[in-house]
């Protein structure tokens, strides 16, 4: 019976003592990867602040293991302009926060701010900040006034979404950057200074080639001279390319 009572006490003692190291672990734990800092990479569309604030509205936000967890294995909210957020630790109390932004195609005037659409033509981000490298795209009809961040701009040819990426790709691809984009009418019109580029359509990076050439020969036989270059019916197989001067 001793013998027995001994070994209960002792099962008691190590299960106690087991405990009493969880607790005691977890209240480390709870001090050592309690949040102290945030820091902020890759975020052009919100303020470091904004990106903080809305991490930090959720109670348990306090503890950077949470945070990971929630991020990276349990998806997160995040704001409407972004596509995920990457979270590490740079050290147990402090967050380095990666943002992923979903990548804007193009965006539209929409009264006092600006709204950005994506690739397929989704309202992803609406501010009143201009984003470097975005450009404007105008002569697109539509009505914004009940477009919802996530929802499609309503216009007639989804199309013109795919041509204004394949444009946007081929500028940056030949160095280009036009002081504006238009697709008034479902074509595509970039202007450089006072030059009105024709594209039509299809066909861009060929046509897009061109630009940087010619525009260097105009600006030598025909400087500061207002005027339209036609490359809408361009091909690589076709021979002198129009460019008509304006009035």
């Not at 052009?44 to 959720?58: L, V």
């Amino acid at each position: 019976m001793k013998k027995k009572k001994h070994k209960k006490r002792k099962a008691l003692r190590i299960v106690l003592s087991v405990f009493a190291f969880l607790i005691a672990s977890a209240a480390v734990a709870a001090l050592l990867f309690r949040t102290r800092g945030i820091e902020i990479e890759g975020s052009s569309y919100y303020s470091e602040n904004t990106i903080t604030t809305w991490i930090q509205n959720d109670k348990l936000a306090a503890n950077t293991l949470y945070v990971m967890i929630k991020y990276d294995l349990l998806d997160g909210d995040v704001p409407s302009g972004i596509e995920r957020f990457d979270i590490s630790l740079k050290n147990p109390w402090t967050l380095r926060v990666t943002v992923r932004e979903k990548e804007a195609a193009g965006y539209v005037n929409d009264g006092d701010a600006y709204l950005y659409f994506d690739s397929t033509g989704t309202a992803v981000l609406k501010t009143k900040k201009l984003v470097d490298g975005v450009p404007c795209i105008e002569g697109m009809e539509l009505d914004t006034t009940d477009v919802e961040l996530g929802e499609k701009l309503p216009v007639e040819d989804e199309g013109i979404f795919g041509d204004i990426v394949d444009v946007s790709e081929n500028l940056g691809k030949y160095g280009l950057a036009p002081d504006r984009l238009s697709c008034a009418g479902g074509e595509i019109r970039i202007y450089f200074g006072v030059v009105e580029v024709m594209l039509g359509n299809g066909g861009y990076e060929e046509k897009l080639r061109q630009v940087e050439p010619i525009l260097a020969k105009l600006n030598e036989l025909y400087p500061d001279t207002a005027g339209t270059l036609h490359l809408e019916n361009y091909t690589s197989d076709s021979g002198a390319i129009r460019f008509v001067p304006a009035g």
